[in-house]
T-cell receptor, first 113, second 109 residues
Framework: KAGVTQTPRYLIKTRGQQVTLSCSPI?????VSWYQQTPGQGLQFLFE???????NKGNFPGRFSGRQFSNSRSEMNVSTLELGDSALYLC????????????FGPGTRLTVL | GQNIDQPTEMTATEGAIVQINCTYQ??????LFWYQQHAGEAPTFLSY????GLEEKGRFSSFLSRSKGYSYLLLKELQMKDSASYLC??????????FGKGTRLHILP
């Protein structure tokens, strides 16, 4: 089985721009979670989707949004980028909601200049 | 607020045993996870505890005390490849997973 894939792997944007990141979960997995990882704050939960519905949302501003499609693929969008948005964005999938084991993708490294 | 504390860095010797502690204060508790993350790679799942006690899986064991809000990850017979960050995470009552900032473990030959 192929693992979780994320595209693109690296991205450079400038302040004020917007960005869309994509995540394809493991085949058969219906739950997708997104995290932001920075050296100072560690891994922080952004949101979780299950069956195209947002189940949970972390404490991030409304500039961060996401969605999930019927094939369980998910996208997250960040609008009006700020320098502080530079981070590794990780996607994790699991078979169902509230499952114990999450499988992480390799992440998208976003740099905002 | 939600808080998970673990040491920032630890150093141990190849072949030895190391214990990485984690304390948490969260809005409810629905389980505790340990993940391993090598530099530049994604986290990989190590263990899950929801009941008090010790869970053993090969060279790795994880312990939980819910009354104390405390867990530890025990790594035995350390190998150089165990050099990595170890992340403690708690699922709260709303099923959100809160991560600690991770413990960077250095293994010396």
């Amino acid at each position: 089985k192929a693992g979780v894939t994320q595209t693109p792997r690296y991205l450079i944007k400038t302040r004020g721009q917007q960005v869309t990141l994509s995540c394809s979960p493991i085949s058969g997995h219906r739950s997708v979670s997104w995290y932001q990882q920075t050296p100072g704050q560690g891994l922080q939960f952004l949101f979780e989707y299950f069956s195209e519905t947002q189940r949970n949302k972390g404490n991030f501003p409304g500039r961060f949004s996401g969605r999930q499609f019927s094939n369980s693929r998910s996208e997250m969008n960040v609008s009006t980028l700020e320098l502080g948005d530079s981070a590794l964005y990780l996607c994790a999938s699991s078979e169902g909601q509230g499952q114990n084991e999450q499988f992480f993708g390799p992440g998208t490294r976003l740099t905002v200049l | 607020g939600q808080n998970i504390d673990q040491p920032t860095e630890m150093t141990a010797t190849e072949g030895a045993i190391v214990q990485i502690n984690c304390t948490y204060q969260t809005s409810g508790f629905n389980g505790l996870f340990w993940y391993q993350q090598h530099a530049g790679e994604a986290p990989t799942f190590l263990s899950y505890n929801v009941l008090d006690g010790l869970e053993e899986k090969g060279r790795f064991s994880s312990f939980l005390s819910r009354s104390k809000g405390y867990s530890y990850l025990l790594l035995k017979e350390l190998q150089m490849k165990d050099s990595a960050s170890y992340l403690c995470a708690v699922r709260d009552r709303d099923d959100k997973i809160i991560f600690g900032k991770g413990t960077r473990l250095h293994i010396l030959p």
